[in-house]
């Protein structure tokens, strides 16, 4: 009987630290990722709910038109729209080569007393692409045209 006992002991000893294991894997997982995943917002979006400052996340829309401006050294200032709210970015890089005004963009960064602060800006790569989240915003706001061709 005492084998029993002691058979049954260590068998819960087992599924109790796979348990704790299992808990403490995901809770790992959980805390990496917590940088890696950015959710999209479209400029209304951006400006009918406000993010954090600290919170890094992914705006998407048409560069406004007359709003882009080079400034000192590699700093670049435009607009982001989606036909209904516009949100001033800034970016200190080298833009991609199709970036332009009433062009698509999809832009990494914070929201930061009123400006994004772009730590990365993707732009379309052909005439016709334009990521889905943009095109869905756009789409929303009743601006979007379709591609001709």
Sequence with gaps: MALKSLKKQRRIQIVTLAAIALVVATGL??????????????????????????????????????????????????????????????????LPDLFAENQGMVGTGKYVNGTFEASEILAKHDETYMPKEVVDALKAQGVYQEPEG
């Design 29 to 94: 997982i959980g805390y990496a990722m917590r940088d890696g995943i950015n959710f999209f917002r479209s400029p209304s979006e951006v400006i009918a709910a406000p993010p954090a400052p600290n919170e890094v996340f992914r705006i998407g829309g048409l560069v406004a038109e007359g709003s882009l401006v080079r400034g000192q050294g590699d700093v670049i200032r435009f607009d982001v729209t989606d036909g209904g709210e516009t949100v001033p970015v800034v970016f200190a890089g080298v």
